[in-house]
T-cell receptor, first 114, second 113 residues
Framework: SAVISQKPSRDICQRGTSLTIQCQVDSQVTMMFWYRQQPGQSLTLIAT?????????ESGFVIDKFPISRPNLTFSTLTVSNMSPEDSSIYLCSVDGWKDNEQFFGPGTRLTVL | GENVEQHPSTLSVQEGDSAVIKCTYSDSASNYFPWYKQELGKRPQLIID?????GEKKDQRIAVTLNKTAKHFSLHITETQPEDSAVYFCAASPPGSARQLTFGSGTQLTVLP
């Protein structure tokens, strides 16, 4: 499977600021996804990022709050804007595998908002 | 949209015993059902998956069964070991190009030595 990295691995941010999380893959992938995992909870899909088109957001997530870029087939960014303590979570990117529907996850970014 | 329910939320077993985790899904069109293992502080790892054209799949000590009629699927771990202790998530995905995964709420499995 592909090697997936995320930067930063963790950060502590002040309320009202923004943080951009990077996801890098060592091979070209068609689809990249961004998930949120709140403390002790399951994974919730934020959006699907396709190269060359706007991201597709799930119910409850909006582009103004979570802008996403997908400039090429190996890279994507997720920005968490105007942060509040409720945004404290682990943010994970995932990529599709060789088989249909397979997804593999990056190591995650642990965000704490004070 | 899809809704996936998972139970139990916690499960403790003695080393060597079997563990079973069950999930139900709501969208009869879903056709891909993966299971992920997440150790503390680590990323979810895909451990096994099953597609709707198959009723059972095994990989060493791990097996998954699917009942399309009842819309439920289960993870079976035999001969459990302490290193099996983790949170396990089931998920479901619809057909087509969207490929979103909807996750269950997770099961904390503890294997007692």
């Amino acid at each position: 499977s592909a090697v997936i990295s995320q930067k930063p691995s963790r950060d502590i941010c002040q309320r009202g600021t923004s943080l951009t999380i990077q996801c890098q893959v060592d091979s070209q992938v068609t689809m990249m996804f961004w998930y949120r995992q709140q403390p002790g909870q399951s994974l919730t899909l934020i959006a699907t990022a396709n190269q060359g088109s706007e991201a597709t957001y799930e119910s409850g997530f909006v582009i103004d709050k979570f802008p996403i870029s997908r400039p090429n087939l190996t890279f994507s960014t997720l920005t968490v804007s105007n942060m509040s303590p409720e945004d404290s979570s682990i943010y994970l990117c995932s990529v599709d595998g060789w088989k249909d529907n397979e997804q593999f996850f990056g190591p995650g970014t642990r965000l704490t908002v004070l | 949209g899809e809704n996936v329910e998972q139970h139990p939320s916690t499960l403790s077993v003695q080393e060597g015993d079997s563990a079973v985790i069950k999930c139900t899904y709501s969208d009869s069109a879903s056709n891909y059902f993966p299971w992920y293992k997440q150790e503390l502080g680590k990323r979810p790892q895909l451990i096994i998956d099953i597609r709707s054209n198959v009723g059972e799949k095994k990989d060493q000590r791990i097996a998954v069964t699917l009942n399309k009629t009842a819309k439920h699927f289960s993870l079976h771990i035999t001969e459990t070991q302490p290193e099996d202790s983790a949170v396990y998530f089931c998920a479901a995905s619809p057909p087509g190009s969207a490929r979103q995964l909807t996750f269950g709420s997770g099961t904390q499995l503890t294997v007692l030595p």
